[in-house]
């Protein structure tokens, strides 16, 4: 049974430890949520906006210098499964030097390499407290995520009217850990799949909110308890679309594997522990970008 008409939960960071039933309740079955009163200032979120934009709109000379650190971090560029999209990748971004190399790369000024640190350590720091409040919600300790790395997108939507009802990224689910989505402000576009039927939710623009999904690494470390869910962004209206991603990937090189907490004789482990640059490379290998965490799955 589908859930109907009901929406996508809405977390109030400031109201905890009153909101860890909601948060676990909306990690199982839908795999996603927004969060308000998050600590992000909305000028800081609009100024990011705006390098994001205009980062996107130099010149494809200049975006081929972001290359990739693992695979795929760097330019993506329009490509026959997503024409529409392009996306530009810092790895590592509570690196300071890691973002300064990205800046540079791309020739940014230096009010704009600013506004990049001071998001990288903003949303940084909120990508560890939401994965410590999730560890908490299931009765783990919340610094399980300390050492492990982030990745930071910029991607861009070249909607035109002629494109109206096509597809601006297919259907698929984040291999990260969790992804925090400053989506566009004005033009909306991503559907989030729900959970028991095949239903696809609209996630419309919510001012100063931010979206949170679960992806591929959550699932594997939760031993099945949190939920990746499936997206898409679909063209909805013309316009440029530009939305900001920051994904918790994993351990940058130990193993994803569920601590023991949530494995026993009723739970067993669901998943062969994996390196997450190889579960990257996996899923590229493996044409479609849902469902590869099931290649992972011990069968009894
Ligand atoms: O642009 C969006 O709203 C979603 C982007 C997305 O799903 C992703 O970067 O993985
Ligand atoms: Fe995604």
Redesign the pocket.
């Known amino acids: 049974m589908g859930k109907g008409k009901e929406s996508i939960p809405t977390i109030d960071l400031s109201n905890f430890p009153g909101e860890y039933g909601k948060l676990r309740e909306a990690c199982a079955e839908w795999g996603c949520f927004r969060v308000v009163n998050h600590g992000i200032p909305l000028d800081l979120m609009w100024d990011m906006k705006k390098v994001a934009r205009s980062l996107l709109d130099l010149p494809v000379e200049i975006k081929r210098r972001n290359t990739d650190v693992i695979a795929r971090s760097g330019y993506q560029e329009p490509s026959p499964v997503n024409p529409l999209y392009e996306?530009l990748g810092l790895y590592d971004m509570a690196s300071s030097h890691s973002v300064q190399t990205f800046c540079s790369q791309l020739d940014a000024s230096p009010h704009q390499s600013e506004i990049m640190e001071k998001y990288a350590q903003a949303i940084y720091a909120l990508t560890m407290e939401i994965g410590g409040k999730l560890a908490e919600s299931l009765g783990l300790n919340s610094d399980f995520c300390k050492e492990w790395t982030c990745l930071f997108?910029i991607?861009k939507?070249n909607f035109t009217p002629e494109v109206v009802g096509s597809t601006?990224?297919q259907i698929?689910t984040?291999s990260s850990f969790l992804?925090i989505?400053q989506?566009?402000e004005n033009v909306g576009?991503?559907e989030v799949m729900e959970r028991n039927s095949d239903a696809f939710i609209p996630?419309d623009p919510l001012p100063g909110a931010l979206?949170i999904?679960l992806g591929d690494v959550a699932t594997a470390w939760s031993n099945g308890r949190l939920f990746n869910v499936k997206?898409?962004?679909q063209c909805k209206e013309a316009g440029v679309?530009v939305?900001i991603?920051t994904?918790l990937l994993g351990p940058k090189e130990a193993a994803v594997e569920a601590p023991p907490e949530l494995v026993d004789a009723e739970h067993p482990r669901l998943y062969v522990p994996f390196t997450y640059e190889e579960y990257r490379k996996l899923r590229i290998s493996s044409k479609s970008a849902a469902g590869t965490v099931d290649l992972l799955r011990i069968h009894s």
Request: hydrophobic letters at 40%; zero cysteines.
């Open positions: 996306s997108r991607n939507y601006g990224a698929h984040d992804t989505l989506l566009d576009g991503l996630v979206l999904n997206h898409r962004v679309r939305s991603a994904f």
